[in-house]
């Protein structure tokens, strides 16, 4: 496949024709009380083609169930392989708004590029979303903290064991009705600082979703939960000295009353939520630095009480306080393992742009048409 392929596809504006077929008789829907994360799935899905000198193609939505895989499929083989997440979140009005779409459509085309597969280019990825949301709209739930979870992913389709950019992929979408992240609340985690394992190196694939990068993390996960800890913290690949981000978050650190969080330079995940966050930081006037910060500094700065706060951030837990770190068998507490004051009110915020509860300044959420 060639480069300027993708590049012609993503500038595509066209309306997409998107067949339906719909199923007959829709599935009881879970208590909104006991969703969980990740457990129940909708009635329908999204699916696109994409085949070789024809681009995308053959856009539908139908029911959920098995896709058909040849053993020959090539993702099963070398992991081409890209996911997003995002949620849709029913306001009290009872209609549905997403948040920021087209930042996930941006971020699969970076993802996808990085390891050569066609993007989905930005329009038709947010009206599939909206289209597939409105046919599921009964499905998005309308208790308090719980939400329609949304994950689109691409991954090569081609039946062949020669390495190689495939020929033919797939982009699906399917949608998951959530509760909270953590059932218990906005309580804080506790957080491993991984200095064998490494989760990326600038130049690899640490700035993409791809789903190899969480192949590559599951080991240190494990070795954090059995060491009693809920999440990894990553160290840069190359010094496993700076500070990157946790398991499925960007972290941040309240030092000195600054914000400190890792720069985006090639092994960090763009978050969306960082993004959003760095913003409303911006905006109450608070000074954000997004560069290099050293494990050993960090370390100072929780034993002489100099940070303040930390938390992670992620579109499936929103923010998560960390209230206790571990490096190299040393625990050190943060504000008394309770949920600082600037992390609670920045959940506040943000949860409550999503949610439409409070105004939207910053012109993130879109309505559905339904
Ligand atoms: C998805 C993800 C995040 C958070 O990104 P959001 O867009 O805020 O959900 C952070 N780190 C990793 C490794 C991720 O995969």
Request: aromatic share 10%; proline share 4%.
């Amino acid at each position: 496949m060639r480069l300027s392929n993708i590049k012609q596809n993503n500038k595509e504006t066209t309306k997409m024709d998107i067949k339906y077929e719909l199923v007959e008789k829709r599935k009881e829907k879970p208590d909104e009380n006991n969703l969980g994360f990740g457990n129940y799935f909708t009635d329908h899905m999204f699916i696109m083609d994409y085949t070789e000198g024809k681009g995308w193609h053959d856009a539908r939505i139908v029911p959920y169930g098995p896709l058909s895989i040849d053993p020959a499929m090539m993702v099963l083989h070398y992991a081409q392989e890209t996911f997003e997440g995002l949620k849709a979140y029913r306001n009290e009005k009872g209609e549905i708004l997403l948040f920021r779409p087209e930042m996930n459509a941006k971020r699969m085309i970076n993802s996808n590029k990085r390891i050569c597969m066609p993007g989905v280019p930005e329009d038709m990825f947010v009206e599939a979303v909206e289209k597939l949301v409105k046919c599921e709209k009964d499905w998005v739930p309308a208790k308090e903290e719980t939400s329609l979870y949304i994950r689109p992913f691409v991954f090569a389709s081609e039946s062949s064991v020669g390495v190689h950019p495939a020929k033919t992929y797939k982009f699906i979408i399917i949608l998951s009705p959530v509760g909270a992240y953590y059932p218990e609340g906005v309580n804080p985690v506790k957080i491993w600082v991984e200095d064998e394992y490494v989760r990326a190196v600038k130049g690899g694939t640490g700035f993409t979703k791809c789903g190899g990068n969480y192949a590559a993390s599951i080991a240190a996960q494990v070795k954090a939960e059995e060491n009693g800890y809920t999440q990894v913290l990553w160290l840069d690949g190359v010094h496993r000295k700076y500070v990157e981000e946790v398991g499925t978050m960007n972290a941040m650190f309240v030092i000195d009353g600054k914000v400190v969080t890792a720069a985006l330079d090639g092994s960090v995940l763009p978050g969306v939520t960082r993004d959003s966050i760095i913003h409303i930081l911006k905006d109450w006037g608070m000074e954000v630095e997004e560069r290099d910060l050293s494990i050993d500094e960090l370390m100072d700065a929780a034993r002489s009480g100099k940070l303040t706060e930390a938390f992670g951030t992620g579109t499936a837990a929103v923010i998560s306080p960390i209230g206790e770190l571990c490096y190299k068998g040393e625990a050190v507490e943060i504000n008394g393992f309770k949920t600082g004051e600037l992390t609670q009110k920045l959940y506040d915020t943000l949860t409550g742009i999503q949610w439409g509860k409070i105004e939207d300044k910053f012109g993130w959420t879109r309505k559905i048409d339904l």
